[in-house]
C-alpha cells in the first residue's frame, strides 16, 4: 500500500479491507484476480485461530480491554478512541502485510502501521459492539475492512489507496465519509504511485502480471472518483471544522506527493476539556508508535508535503 510504504519511499528516494479465499500459489496466479471481483469462499480456518500464542494472549488482552470500555461509550468511534491507551507506545511496523510471497491475512498486535492501527481498532470496536469477542470474529472482520468487496482475493484486492479502503468500506456500511459535508478542494485524480514507484515494493518489482494488475487498479479507482471526486478540508480550516467532528473518526491526510491520494492516516482524539484545539490525532507515529498528537491541525502543518485531511465516521454495528 502507498500509505503503508511511504516513509521507507520518502527516505530512499525521495498506508488499506469480510472473508476471502485461501491464497494464491504464488504471485503470478494473484494477478489474474480481477480487482473489481466480488465474492469468494471463507476464509480458510488457518486463519480464524491466533498465528501464536503470543497474539492469541495480545487478542485476549486487546478484547477484553475493550469490552471494559464499552458501557462508557456510546459510538464504535468513541470505543476506538478509548482502545488508543491500551496500544500506547507500541512500535510503529513497516511492511508487515508484505512479508510473504502470497497474500494472507497478517494480524499484529505487537506493533502498527498507520492504517494497520485503524484496521485493528475498527475490527475490536465492531466485535465488542457487536457482542463478538471471538478471534474469529475478529479475523474475518478485519478481513472484511482491509479487501475491495471484502474478500481476500490476492495482493490486487487489497485497498492499497486509502481514500479506497473508506470509499469500499462505506459501501460495506461500515464507515461513511463525511468529506461532502465538511467541504474543502478536489483531491487530484491522478493515482499511479504504486506503478509508477514499482522497484519499491517487492511483490511486483519484478512481476510484469502483477503490475498489470496493480495498473488496472489504479486506472478504476480513478474512473471511479472522477464519478464522486474526494474532497479534503485545506490544513489551514482544520479547525474550522473541529465542530463537526466526533472521537474517533477516522482521518486520512492528504498529500502533495504527486499520484498519492492520502499519506497518514489515524484517529480523530476528543480531547475532554474540549478548548480551541478539541481534536488531536490518535496514530501510529513512525517515531514514537501509538501516541497522541494533541492539535490535529499543528500536526498536518508541521510536514510539508501533508496538505489536508478526508475524514470517514464508523458506522454502528448492524
Not at 68 to 73: D, E, G, I, S, Y
Not at 111 to 139: I, K
Request: glycine share 8%; hydrophobic share 40%; charged share 20%.
Amino acid at each position: 500500500m502507498p500509505l503503508r510504504r511511504l516513509p521507507v519511499v520518502l527516505l530512499a528516494a525521495v498506508f488499506l479491507l469480510g472473508s476471502g479465499c485461501q491464497p494464491s500459489s504464488n504471485a503470478e496466479s494473484e494477478a489474474t484476480a480481477s480487482p473489481t471481483a466480488a465474492a469468494a469462499p471463507a476464509l480458510p480456518d488457518s486463519a480464524l485461530t491466533p498465528p501464536d500464542s503470543a497474539t492469541a494472549a495480545r487478542f485476549a488482552a486487546a478484547m477484553q480491554y475493550a469490552v471494559a470500555q464499552r458501557p462508557a461509550v456510546s459510538s464504535v468511534g468513541a470505543l476506538m478512541q478509548a482502545l488508543g491507551p491500551h496500544f500506547e507506545g507500541r512500535p510503529y511496523l513497516e511492511g508487515t502485510l508484505d512479508t510473504g510471497r502470497t497474500e494472507s491475512l497478517v494480524v499484529r498486535l505487537d506493533g502498527f502501521d498507520c492504517v494497520t492501527f485503524v484496521e485493528t481498532t475498527l475490527a475490536l470496536a465492531r466485535g465488542a459492539m457487536a457482542g463478538d469477542t471471538t478471534y474469529a470474529g475478529f479475523a474475518r472482520r478485519l478481513a472484511e475492512q482491509r479487501y475491495r468487496g471484502g474478500t481476500l482475493q490476492g495482493y490486487c484486492g487489497r485497498l492499497h489507496y486509502f481514500t479506497e479502503w473508506m470509499a469500499d468500506n462505506e459501501e460495506k456500511g461500515l464507515v461513511e465519509r463525511i468529506d461532502d459535508d465538511l467541504g474543502g478542494r478536489r483531491m487530484t485524480d491522478s493515482l499511479d504511485f504504486m506503478s509508477t514507484h514499482r522497484s519499491s515494493y517487492d511483490r511486483f518489482a519484478t512481476n510484469d502480471s502483477l503490475l498489470a494488475c496493480v495498473q488496472r487498479m489504479e486506472k478504476d479507482l480513478q474512473a471511479r472518483q472522477a464519478e464522486r471526486p474526494v474532497r479534503f478540508v485545506p490544513q489551514d480550516s482544520i479547525r474550522a471544522v473541529y465542530d463537526q467532528l466526533r472521537a474517533g473518526d477516522i482521518v486520512g491526510i492528504a498529500t502533495s506527493i504527486d499520484g498519492l491520494d492520502v499519506a497518514h492516516s489515524g484517529l480523530v482524539y476528543a480531547h475532554e476539556d474540549g478548548g480551541p484545539n478539541a481534536f488531536g490525532l490518535l496514530h501510529a507515529s513512525l517515531s514514537d508508535g501509538i501516541v497522541v498528537s494533541p492539535d490535529l491541525q499543528r500536526y498536518v502543518q508541521k510536514i510539508d508535503h501533508q496538505i489536508g485531511i478526508v475524514v470517514a465516521r464508523p458506522q454502528p454495528v448492524r
